[in-house]
């Protein structure tokens, strides 16, 4: 099989290209990227006025099988990436079983692999049955495929056993991701600590919920000369402490996802539980910090923590509905009205957040373009504005805070390993 | 003239002149109360269905009592005799209660936000008997109201200080929203552990020293103060609890002369405040509860009854 992908802009972060050209794709892998390719009989697509970008990674996503599958499934998640212009996503273990073995890894990887759209990167968990006590068999997960370690959702407690995990996973190179809450300082917490908790009644969450834990994590990433990856970070404070991590040349990288990025604590005003989330929507001070950390790229990853639930799950009282935003295909578009469009980041910069920045961070050879490498790319169309459908969501999950909200920048083409799974909104074998 | 809105379910979404008509219909409910035969036909053929998640007497039966002595027909639903214990959503049991040709809700719930969900599911009106920690919109009246039967119809410049356990509080939050609004000035006041972030940025004025509250304060309104909160370790014990916080005579001495003393309900005697208080002169703690029903009738009138007469 072979096209031709004419006159896009193509920007590659690793490279440093930029430049409008012709990609030829073939067999798979980029053929040339040149000017005016004269391919024959072969399909070509016009790209004008498009960007190609490395396919994007959405390195913290929660695809809910085995075990949730009313709330989302493998081929689900996949449509959802695929539709969301991912080639790639990083599925976290708090399924059912918890991916804490070599057979759920498996199990992932094969279903993955007969979806065929974006390809799922598993990732196992630190501790056995995500109980915070014990490590998992992580060498044997590691053998079958995980990219890194996670208790995602099981805030790891005990800083011994996160001692210990830092050191046991240099014996692969791949990172500790940690999702940083003090969950004694959180418990019970419905959103943000601040004024809107108090005018809604809600049980405020602290900012320092998160930072405490981010202060121990770089602590002892720096210890032990652990690969550490912090997840959705929210909070000025954990900003700071990152910068500070950084200066003391600590093994540390970090995401923000979206919803961080745009929205405010304010946005709760009505109840709207797919508003909630864990870590909660924050005061402007802290939207601002970490938007700021993004835009400079102290943080290097942009992740969108996907996290689907099913209508019955979320349409409830705001203190029983689920933490979690159904975030896959929706990212691109809020990331560059938000960035692109109104803070005037680069797009290389944000393309960089999606593609080298998550790729470092698992330590992948992949996020980039470059002939005779695997054609996963990423088209998007800078101009295109559109409202945020739901009902158009390929996902189980609904639950989107953006509603109705016009975004600028939307994914239009995904390609995975040279196949088109998504054109135009439309994923391919998809009702 | 009415509310504006199909739902009471904050005191924040009330103006002024809202807050005006309901006191002043009150005000004329009372005098019903006041009658021998506590009866008129106004809402005849309404249905008012209170629908409470969690215990209480006075606001139910108040609200029950107010739609009666209107004509109402009143159905009262406690949830541990209902569907919810079979798992029925709040949204199927709204929608289910509006099928049988409910025209009001009245909704008690222990978790903030539960009557917006109710009222954005069902078309009947739906007002707020306290939800979480939240708001308790119809208490705020109700002690707006007992404050006017005693000092008069202008609460500006009026020092009102609330005391106890702010952070957990509904009726703190709905008589901030609406004192505030009408012009009083409110200080609230607790232990740092019971103070919620950023309540100053609602306009009241914050205090951890009782003494500073009570000093010329007009009104006192004391907290009812959970023994749970101790247990979730927010305060050592509740002897030292009264010894730092609860109100009685002598602290009453720092207010003002004749200054009134609220309390919500149910108290804890010896705790947020002594016996001697709750049962003297300036307790207006009965008073409150009549005042209750002369509320809610009021709102029951403004919510159904003039809405009947317009169709």
């Known amino acids: 099989m072979k096209y031709l992908l004419k006159d896009a802009l193509v920007i590659d972060p690793l490279s440093g290209m930029e430049r409008i050209a012709d990609i030829l794709v073939e067999n798979g892998l980029i053929a040339a990227i040149e000017d005016g390719i004269d391919t024959g009989q072969n399909p070509v697509y016009d790209l004008n006025g498009k960007i190609v970008a490395p396919g994007f990674i959405d390195m913290h996503v929660h695809l809910r099988e085995p075990g949730g599958e009313g709330n989302e499934t493998i081929l689900t998640g996949c449509q959802a990436a695929a539709a969301g212009g991912f080639t790639a996503v990083a599925a976290m273990p708090n399924t ?99 004024y809107w908790s108090t005018i809604l009644g809600l049980k405020g969450i602290p900012a320092q919920g998160e930072e405490v834990m981010v202060a121990r994590d770089i602590l002892l990433s720096g210890m032990t000369g652990g690969s550490l990856h912090l997840a959705h970070l929210s909070t000025k404070g954990s900003i700071e402490l990152l910068k500070y991590a950084l200066k003391q040349g600590i093994k540390v990288t970090a995401e923000v996802t979206p919803h961080h990025l745009l929205l405010t604590d304010e946005e709760l005003k009505d109840y709207d539980t797919s508003t909630k989330v864990n870590p909660p929507l924050r005061s402007p001070d802290h939207v601002q910090a970490v938007r700021k950390a993004v835009i400079e790229g102290i943080v290097t990853c942009i992740a969108t923590d996907h996290a689907p639930w099913s209508i019955e799950e979320k349409e409830q009282e705001f203190s029983k509905a689920p933490n979690g935003i159904s975030g896959l295909e929706t990212a691109i578009a809020v990331c560059w009205d938000t960035l692109v469009i109104k803070e005037g980041m680069e797009p290389k910069d944000l393309i960089a957040r999606f593609t080298t920045g998550p790729a470092a961070a698992l330590g992948l050879k992949r996020g980039f373009i470059a002939v005779g490498a695997v054609a996963d790319l990423t088209v998007i169309d800078p101009k295109l504005i559109r409202e945020v459908d739901t009902k158009r969501f390929y996902s189980k999950g609904k639950n989107s805070p953006y509603k109705g909200r016009k975004l600028q920048g939307w994914p239009v083409m995904t390609i995975v390993r040279g196949e088109i799974v998504m054109q135009d909104g439309k994923v391919k074998g998809a009702q | ?86 798992g029925e959503t709040l949204q199927d049991t709204g929608m289910t209660l509006q099928m049988m040709g409910t025209d009001l809700f009245i909704i008690r719930h222990g978790m903030s936000g539960a009557p917006k969900l109710l009222a954005q599911t069902v078309k009947a009106g739906v007002i707020n008997g306290g939800d979480g920690f939240h708001e308790h919109p119809t208490q705020a009246l109700l002690d707006m109201m007992s404050i006017r039967d005693k000092l008069g119809d202008d609460f500006k410049g009026m020092k009102v200080a609330i005391i106890g356990d702010i952070l957990h509080s509904r009726v703190a939050r709905s008589n901030v929203h609406g004192l505030t609004k009408m012009g009083a000035e409110v200080w609230t006041c607790a232990p740092p552990t019971l103070m919620p972030a950023g309540i100053e940025k609602t306009g009241a004025r914050v205090t951890y020293d009782i003494n500073e509250a009570l ?38 001495s720092k207010a003002a002369p004749g200054a009134l003393v609220l309390h919500p309900g149910p108290i804890n005697r010896g705790v947020e405040i002594s016996s001697e208080v709750a049962d003297g002169i300036q307790s207006v703690i009965n008073e409150q509860v009549t005042c209750g029903v002369a509320v809610r009738m009021a709102l029951l009138y403004l919510m159904l009854g003039q809405k009947g007469e317009q169709q």
Do not use: W
């Open chain 1, 96 to 194: 059912n079983p918890c991916t804490d073995n070599e057979a759920v890894v498996e199990l992932i990887k094969k279903r993955s692999a007969d979806v065929a759209l974006a390809e799922v990167l598993p990732i196992g968990t630190i501790s056995k049955k995500q109980q915070g006590e014990e490590i998992s068999e992580i060498g044997s997960m590691y053998r079958n495929g995980i990219v890194a370690v996670s208790d995602d959702g099981k805030p790891l407690i005990n800083s011994e056993v996160m001692r210990r995990a830092l050191e046991y996973t240099k014996l692969f190179g791949i990172p500790v991701i940690s999702h940083c809450e003090d969950t004694n300082l959180t418990a019970g917490g419905e959103m943000h600590e601040g």
């Open chain 2, 215 to 252: 000093h010329k304060a007009q009104v006192v309104m004391m907290l009812r103060v959970q023994l749970e909160r101790q247990k979730a370790g927010l305060f050592p014990t509740l002897r030292e609890y009264n010894n730092l916080y609860g109100l009685n005579t002598k602290r009453l």
């Open chain 2, 1 to 86: 003239m009415g509310l504006k809105t199909k739902d009471l379910l904050t005191m924040d979404q009330l103006s002024k002149e809202e807050i005006e008509l309901i006191l002043h219909t009150a005000k004329e409910m009372k005098n019903i109360l006041k009658r021998d035969i506590k009866k008129v036909p106004t809402l005849r053929g309404k249905t008012v269905v209170t629908l409470f998640y969690e215990p209480s007497t006075r606001t139910r039966t108040s609200f029950e009592l107010a739609g009666k002595y209107m004509s109402a027909d009143v159905v009262n639903i406690s949830t541990t005799t209902s569907s919810v214990v079979k």
